[in-house]
């Protein structure tokens, strides 16, 4: 709907692209309507193009269906407007990882990416923790005002955080990183570079052996 105005506003001739690119997107919403698996392979797709494991996109689709069951739990108690929304997820990072969304995105030096889509493995976990503790005690609790929604954010942001800080006892180091996807894609080539490296010493040595 958003880009019907900018498709006008384009010659006929050189528009024609641009109504068949949003044609083709709007036949696979429609399709993924009657078939979600199909937006499930789509995301899976984006995420191997992109470079990403299939460890961490397991764990990143993971991700996205626990955020789907929060959301559904609050909009079944009330909360409908986007700003409430955007309140309730931040008061959920600040209480595990003592920034809010916009603040951590600054942290990480992002514009319009996605955040959860610069996080390492940790991280994640950490996010998607947080907000299924915080699905849970909805679904115990019953709030109904946006005080009330509020506090269980908050409760369930802070069993990520007592988590994040057991994890940072144990490393010795913080769990939170300005580190992005790029920079996550590069350690995963270093690691496989050196483990080849590595296999291939233990085969020259096996042969060396024999």
């Known amino acids: 709907k958003g880009n019907l105005p900018l498709v006008r506003s384009i010659p006929p001739p050189k528009a024609e692209p641009f109504k068949l690119w949003l044609a083709q997107v709007g036949k696979e919403r429609i399709d993924e309507m009657f078939d979600p ?11 191997r193009r992109k470079g990403y494991t299939e460890d961490w996109i397991s764990q990143r689709l993971f991700s996205i269906r626990v955020r789907k069951n929060l959301t559904f739990e609050w909009r079944e108690r009330g909360v409908k407007t986007n700003s409430e929304y955007a309140i309730l997820t931040n ?3 600040r209480a595990w990882s003592d920034m809010t969304a916009r603040e951590y995105k600054t942290f990480k030096g992002l514009a319009n ?10 991280e994640l976990a950490l996010s998607t923790l947080a907000e299924a503790t915080t699905a849970e005690v909805e679904r115990a609790t019953d709030p109904e005002s946006l005080p009330e929604h509020r506090e269980v954010a908050r409760s369930g942001g802070e069993v990520a955080g007592i988590a994040r800080q057991a994890a940072e006892k144990k490393i010795g180091g913080p769990v939170i990183t300005s580190a992005t996807a790029p920079d996550f894609g590069r350690l995963i080539m270093e690691v496989i570079e050196v ?16």
């Not at 698996?37 to 995420?47: D, F, G, P, T």
């Not at 990416?113 to 940790?122: A, Q």
């Open 195 to 210: 483990q080849a490296i590595e296999e291939e010493g233990d085969a020259l040595n096996a042969d060396a052996a024999e």
């Open 37 to 47: 698996e199909l937006a499930i392979e789509r995301a899976i797709e984006y995420y």
């Open 91 to 93: 008061d959920i990072y």
């Open 113 to 122: 990416e996605s955040l959860r889509d610069n996080m390492s493995d940790l």
